[in-house]
């Protein structure tokens, strides 16, 4: 038995010594498994040491740039107390930065400005959107100064409190600017309104007795103007007066281009008609002068364009006048033509005005069109002239969309010069070249015919004024009665019949506007045609006035005056 006992000890011994190597081997790869994870424990330690580095100095940059930015920073508590300010903010309230932590925000802000402090808040916790305000504020030095706040409120990351974190800018200096700018704006402005108002005042003055001298010699010069030796004189009253006036409109126009006033009233205009007119009033003058007038108009012109009417006259008259000033023989020449313009995807009326007068040089052209210059100073000597009309027909082109330039010029052999203007909404149609047959006399025309028994009230202060019109209304077959100021003009025309009411538009004791408006209350239908010698009256305004059924400037045409008393019979509106 001891036998057996001994022979199993050798497996024992040996089934130990088996698992005592086991044991090393599981001991030898637990040993190697902490040896990997202390391998990666330091890796993650080292990761982790470099990320808090790297944390670190972005804070160190984030407080820098938060601490020297040179915009004011302040965050605020929800009750408005400062919880940090960088140094900027510091400076501005001019206090040390610790020792305002902690305190109100208030206590820099002036009593006047609280309420908008507070609101602020408010605004800021109720919307959670960034929230503006300008409040006045006053540092440790007494120095009161305008801030603009801009803020937005947020929660704290660490304890979930609500802070406000603001921006303040000092804008002391930028809203004394504005002020300083807005003072200067007003005052110009001012100056405008007192320009516009003189305007206004010697367009008046000065427009209405040359009305009253042209409207004589019209009158003189149908009467008895079968006397040579009174002819001639009187054409020579009316020529000058008639050329005063136009340099008094041109000096007019010139202000209210500078002034920015100068106003446009786009219409559709008969192609035809105007051509012929001003070639009518053209011709006259050409033939004086022995210079031959030659227009040719392509046949695909439209029959109407969208333009100014008037001042599509006044910009060929000032250039067709400047060609015969500067034509002492030979000829001036129109040619009418469209011109597409593909970019714009529109067409432009061309008229090219070429002469066979004296040229310019090249010196001479960069003159052309400033105001108040003239290429040659021996030309106001020679030929007379202020130096605005090419100036101011430029800015009225410019003004109506298109353009005036000069096209080319040769010294002794003349120029040619383009205007060019939109056409807008068009009628194609062949256009002729006729010329329409001018009447003379100025009672020849069938509408001053169609005067005959009507019943006139003439509302004028100035008695020339007065009597002129009577004068042409009479001789035209009507029946007139003067008043001098708007309140007769409302108690004449309440109390009695009239066919037309002409209403000047400055009257004493109740002007035009107040009269004309008193009469329609009153229930009086009578048509009424405003009169005004004013710059600033304009045809859109008196289009919207239901007060009146027409305005015509002054001086007055008395065709014009005519046909508009027939048309306002008729019950159409009528500008003039």
């Not at 637990?30 to 804070?59: D, I």
Request: proline share 2%.
């Amino acid at each position: 038995m001891l036998f057996k006992e001994f022979a199993r000890m050798p497996g024992d011994v040996l089934s130990r010594r088996q698992n005592f190597e086991l044991y090393n081997l599981e001991h030898m790869r637990l040993v190697e498994e902490l040896k990997a994870h202390q391998a990666e424990l330091e890796n993650q330690n080292e990761k982790l040491r470099r990320s808090e580095s790297r944390l670190s100095g972005l804070s160190r940059r984030f407080s820098d740039l938060y601490n020297f930015a040179p915009v004011a920073y302040i965050t605020f508590s929800s009750t408005g107390e400062i919880r940090e300010l960088n140094l900027k903010a510091s400076s501005s309230l001019g206090t040390v930065r610790s020792e305002e932590v902690g305190k109100p925000f208030s206590a820099f802000v002036v009593p006047r400005s609280f309420s908008a402090f507070s609101q602020h808040l408010k605004d800021c916790l109720n919307s959670f959107r960034s929230v503006r305000t300008t409040l006045e504020l006053m540092d440790y030095d007494d120095r009161i100064f305008e801030a603009e706040l801009e803020s937005i409120a947020c929660r704290d990351e660490r304890d979930g409190e609500i802070l406000i974190r603001s921006m303040l800018r000092d804008v002391t200096e930028a809203r004394k600017s504005e002020r300083e700018l807005k003072a200067a704006r007003d005052k110009a402005e001012a100056a405008n309104v007192a320009k516009s108002q003189f305007l206004a005042n010697m367009s008046h003055e000065m427009r209405t007795p040359l009305g009253v001298m042209l409207g004589f010699a019209d009158l003189l010069l149908d009467s008895y103007g079968q006397e040579d030796e009174l002819k001639e004189g009187l054409d020579a009253i009316r020529r000058n007066g008639k050329h005063l006036l136009g340099l008094i409109d041109d000096l007019l126009d010139i202000a209210k281009v500078e002034a920015g006033q100068m106003q446009m009233e786009l219409t559709q205009v008969d192609l035809k008609s105007e051509l012929n007119n001003i070639v009518n009033q053209f011709k006259f003058k050409c033939s004086e002068k022995g210079i031959d007038l030659e227009i040719q108009a392509s046949s695909s012109l439209p029959d109407q364009i969208t333009t100014d009417a008037l001042r599509f006259r006044q910009i060929l008259l000032n250039i067709l006048s400047n060609a015969l000033k500067f034509t002492a023989s030979g000829s001036v020449k129109v040619n009418v033509f469209l011109l597409p313009d593909s970019a714009l995807k529109t067409q432009f009326l061309c008229l090219d005005i070429t002469d066979s007068g004296c040229g310019i040089t090249p010196e001479q052209a960069k003159l052309l069109f400033k105001p108040f210059a003239q290429a040659d100073v021996s030309t106001s000597r020679r030929f007379g002239g202020t130096g605005l009309g090419l100036s101011l027909a430029r800015n009225l082109a410019e003004a109506l969309g298109g353009s005036l330039d000069l096209l080319r010029s040769e010294v002794d052999f003349g120029s040619t010069f383009r205007i060019k203007l939109p056409t807008g909404h068009s009628y194609v149609n062949h256009l002729a070249t006729e010329v329409l047959n001018d009447e003379s006399q100025i009672f020849k025309d069938e509408q001053m015919g169609s005067l005959e028994g009507l019943k006139v009230l003439v509302v004028e202060d100035a008695q020339d004024n007065r009597l002129i019109i009577s004068r042409f209304l009479e001789h035209a077959g009507a029946s007139v009665q003067c008043v001098d100021d708007g309140e007769k003009g409302v108690e004449f025309a309440s109390s009695n019949e009239y066919d037309i009411v002409l209403m000047d538009l400055r009257l004493p004791v109740m002007d035009g506007y107040s009269a004309s408006s008193l009469l329609r209350e009153k229930g009086c239908e009578t048509p009424i045609i405003a009169l005004s010698a004013d710059i600033n009256e304009n045809d859109d305004e008196m289009a919207k006035n239901k007060d009146f059924d027409a305005y015509l400037s002054k001086p007055i045409n008395w065709h014009k005056l005519a046909g508009t008393i027939v048309r306002c019979r008729s019950g159409r509106k009528h500008l003039h």
